[in-house]
């Protein structure tokens, strides 16, 4: 197994199931993740999120940095202010998504996901050569923990004084849980209201039983990976390794919004998506749905009669709607809302219709 979250003790007495994920060890499930994906949207469910990658940078030119680094405008954003964003190679290719922060006039937090943090990590320090800034990867010394769902906000007012009337999507603030000093930022991969707190490594048992204390009367449960994905796949967001990759660029994900050719800085890979851009993609991104109990899964083709004419990039039996969903990538010419297609199921093709994503929007 790899590496153990901060939190392995507590899953494991939580009864939790492990998989391996880019080299950590963090809970699939607990019980059902039936349960656990509805909790999230009826009420709340706390996540593990300690695999995912932090890296700081710090410095006068820590935003200079950033915009030379990265696809988005990083230096005009605000102190308190998240932003979606993309790190790309020279030739447009995506290499992760990213989310960052600016918790400071000279300071930035970079999400990174976990199959990629290392890579980010590096590719951050090689690009900030030359800024006033310095670059240092935090991903072991922090934990993450996610409180997510309608009724997260009242969970997270129980154990913290940030105003959360004035903290909105895409905002962070310092404040305290369970006496520790903690970043919490109305942000998430769920489709719904939530909240993500990083924390020292050290005080994350503290802030995980905080949490779960101030939930409990209101049927908060514990969530793993496996609740994760559905609840994402709902929502009609992108996985890297699924929905994205160094083959594609933001363009052919239907993701060029993030990319910002208006800001000052030169950035690496801008010639080549600027390219890209003046293009239209082969094949764009779609959601598709599906009846009965059988759901398209990553890497089945996908048919126009019987000429194969795409991938699912994700699939699952929809816990919220109930029927099979999938996000796949097609021909722009069979991309269009009811457009009627299939999906090859081991041999047998089960009939799909293209819809617009999001599949769930609370």
């Not at 998989?19 to 499930?29: Q, V």
């Not at 940095?65 to 020279?90: E, F, P, Q, S, W």
């Not at 990174?112 to 890579?119: F, L, T």
Request: one cysteine or more; a negative charge; hydrophobic letters at 45%.
């Amino acid at each position: 197994m790899g590496t153990p979250s901060p939190l392995h003790d507590v899953h494991t007495a939580l009864g939790a199931s492990f998989t391996d994920f880019a080299g950590w060890s963090m809970p699939l499930r607990y019980g059902s993740e039936l349960a656990e994906h509805r909790a999230v949207r009826e009420a709340a469910g706390l996540f593990d999120l300690s695999h995912m990658g932090e890296i700081e940078l710090t410095g006068p030119e820590a935003g200079r940095a950033l915009d030379h680094a990265l696809v988005g405008n990083l230096a005009k954003l605000k102190v308190g202010r998240a932003r979606y964003t993309m790190i790309c190679d020279a030739d447009g290719g995506v290499l992760d998504d990213l989310v960052v922060y600016r918790v400071g006039e000279d300071r930035y937090l970079v999400v990174a996901n976990a199959s990629n943090a290392v890579r980010v990590a590096g590719e951050l320090v090689a690009r900030a050569e030359g800024f006033d800034t310095e670059v240092v990867d935090r991903s072991r010394e922090v934990a993450l923990v996610a409180c997510q769902g309608p009724r997260s906000a009242g969970i997270v007012g129980r154990v913290c004084d940030a105003d959360l009337d004035a903290l909105t999507y895409y905002g962070s603030a310092p404040t305290s849980i369970a006496g520790h000093d903690v970043l919490l930022a109305r942000t998430g991969y769920t489709g719904e209201d939530g909240f993500e707190v990083f924390a020292d490594a050290a005080h994350a048992t503290d802030v995980w039983a905080a949490l779960t204390d101030a939930g409990a009367a209101d049927g908060l449960l514990p969530a793993g990976l496996a609740a994760r994905d559905t609840l994402r796949l709902e929502a009609g967001m992108p996985l890297y390794g699924n929905e994205l990759s160094a083959e594609m660029s933001p363009f052919d994900a239907g993701l060029g919004r993030v990319v910002k050719f208006d800001k000052d800085a030169d950035f690496v890979g801008r010639a080549a998506l600027a390219e890209r851009a003046k293009n239209a993609a082969d094949h764009v991104r779609v959601g598709l749905t599906g009846e009965g109990r059988r759901a398209p899964r990553h890497g089945y083709p996908v048919l126009d009669g019987d000429t194969p004419v795409g991938t699912v990039t994700s699939g699952a039996l929809s816990p919220t709607l109930g029927h099979p969903i999938a996000m796949a990538y097609v021909p722009p010419s069979l991309s269009e809302p009811g457009t009627a297609l299939s999906v090859d199921v081991r041999g047998k093709a089960f009939p799909v219709t293209v819809v617009a994503l999001p599949f769930y929007q609370r």
